[in-house]
């Protein structure tokens, strides 16, 4: 099958939790985390950090029901710093484009959006993040970073995570390829 080839480096694996979706007319979704990924890319001089989630089975649309959430510690002191989330373009039924948001828990704000790397009938996502954002001195810093799976349609639950740190986050090349 044609397609294209991204290399991340493995933060994280999760087995199958959920071997059946949740029952028609359950009012619930179980999306099911299966791996986690970053990796450093560099673009016009700018760094930016991009995460990679696969869940199990391949939703017909990016937004929903699969919600993911990457959250950074960066401090270590263990509590989150930032939050990465996938979320509709203008909010629900809106704009029908997923981006990805850059949350500042010390400001309180939305710091960045930008597009969310994904696609129709697809179980990879992948997030980027420019490395501005989360105001770290160099590249190589170590942050605790784990990633959440979310019923994003009907009930907002956690349904899955992954645990990726401590990390320190280096610089990988950017690959591409066919399979
Ligand atoms: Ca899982």
Request: with cysteine.
């Given at each position: 099958?044609?397609?294209?080839?991204?290399?991340?480096?493995?933060?994280?694996?999760?087995p199958l939790d959920y071997p059946s979706p949740a029952p028609p007319g359950s009012d619930y979704t179980l999306t099911d985390?299966?791996?986690?990924?970053?990796?450093?890319?560099?673009?016009?001089?700018?760094?930016?950090?991009?995460?990679?989630?696969?869940?199990?089975?391949?939703?017909?649309?990016?937004?929903?029901?699969?919600?993911?959430?990457?959250?950074?510690?960066?401090?270590?002191?263990?509590?989150?710093?930032?939050?990465?989330?996938?979320?509709?373009?203008?909010?629900?039924?809106?704009?029908?484009?997923?981006?990805?948001?850059?949350?500042?828990?010390?400001?309180?704000?939305?710091?960045?959006?930008?597009?969310?790397?994904?696609?129709?009938?697809?179980?990879?996502?992948?997030?980027?993040?420019?490395?501005?954002?989360?105001?770290?001195?160099?590249?190589?810093?170590?942050?605790?970073?784990?990633?959440?799976?979310?019923?994003?349609?009907?009930?907002?639950w956690v349904t899955d995570v992954i645990s990726g740190g401590p990390n320190e986050i280096l610089y990988t090349q950017e690959?591409?390829?066919?399979?």
């Amino acid at each position: 099958m044609a397609g294209t080839t991204e290399v991340f480096d493995l933060l994280g694996t999760s087995p199958l939790d959920y071997p059946s979706p949740a029952p028609p007319g359950s009012d619930y979704t179980l999306t099911d985390l299966k791996s986690f990924g970053a990796r450093v890319i560099q673009d016009s001089g700018q760094y930016y950090l991009q995460f990679a989630l696969a869940t199990y089975g391949e939703p017909a649309e990016p937004n929903y029901p699969v919600g993911l959430d990457v959250e950074i510690d960066t401090s270590g002191d263990g509590v989150a710093d930032y939050a990465v989330y996938t979320i509709e373009n203008n909010g629900f039924a809106a704009a029908g484009q997923s981006v990805t948001q850059v949350y500042d828990y010390t400001a309180n704000t939305t710091v960045t959006t930008a597009y969310t790397d994904c696609d129709m009938d697809s179980g990879v996502v992948a997030m980027t993040v420019p490395f501005s954002a989360l105001n770290l001195p160099d590249l190589g810093y170590p942050m605790n970073i784990v990633a959440y799976a979310i019923d994003d349609y009907f009930t907002g639950w956690v349904t899955d995570v992954i645990s990726g740190g401590p990390n320190e986050i280096l610089y990988t090349q950017e690959f591409r390829g066919s399979t």
